[in-house]
Structure formats: C-alpha cells, structure tokens
C-alpha cells in the first residue's frame, strides 16, 4: 500500500510502507508527522501506521475479520431503527444515538422516519467498517 507523506502543507511520494519506516527510523520524519493513504483524504500520524500494519494477520492483536456488505445492508433492513448495523460494523457512537433516539422518542412519529431516512442514506453510502476496513 502506498501512502503520501505530507509535510509544510505540501504532499512527497508515493511511498510504500518499508521506506516510509525507513525514514521513520532515521530520523527524517518527526514522531508527529502525517500521511495519508493514496486512495483516501483522510489523515493519520505515520506511526500509527507504522504500528497498525505491524498488528495485521489472523492471529494477531489488532486484526479484524472482513464484514459482509450484504449482511450490513439486511441488518439495516431489519433492525436498523436500533443501530444493530452500526454496532456489526464497529460504528459503536452512532449506533447507540439511532438507539436512544428510536427507544426515547419513537412515539412522536417524525424522529422514527427520521431514522429511517438516515438508515437508508447509510446503506446507499458506507463501504468501510468503523477501522476503515472495506465492507466485502
């Protein structure tokens, strides 16, 4: 995988994971520096990654079973009012807010088709589990 070093608000690489560590390791990238992976915007400190492509592998702290998109868009279907989708996906924070939102105040009738609302744009727009891992 490659990523983007970003540095004095400008953008250096590709670079793959061995010499970004490499760099790391010499010194030339500070214990706060920040890239990105090439495919997405989001940023992240270089030793996170550092630390998080050594965690990966069955077995191992830190590895997570691949979630089904199908089964994510099915629980949505059938149990979405109660934020079970979200919490098969790791999305823990927005789960228990559709949760309390759909126990609390199912009874005004706006707040539920709210939910609805909100569920069926999740299950047209989220592909990644709440690690950023894509949904298989």
């Not at 250096?12 to 490499?22: D, Q, V």
Request: aromatic fraction near 10%.
């Amino acid at each position: 995988m490659s990523y983007m070093l970003l540095k004095e608000d400008r953008e250096y690489g590709p670079y793959e994971l061995e010499k970004i560590k490499e760099l790391w390791k010499r010194g030339e990238i500070p214990e706060d520096g920040m890239c990105r992976r090439c495919t997405e915007f989001q940023q992240e400190t270089v030793i996170s990654v550092i630390n998080a492509e050594g965690k990966k592998g069955r077995g191992q702290p830190g590895f997570a079973a691949p979630k089904s998109r199908l089964a994510y868009i099915l629980l949505a279907l059938l149990l979405g009012a109660f934020g079970v989708h979200n919490f098969y996906i790791g999305r823990t924070g927005v789960a228990v807010c559709q949760l309390l939102l759909t126990v609390l105040l199912f009874w005004t009738i706006i707040v539920p088709i709210g939910v609805m609302i909100w569920i069926f744009i999740e299950m047209c727009v989220i592909t990644r589990d709440g690690r950023g891992n894509p949904l298989t």
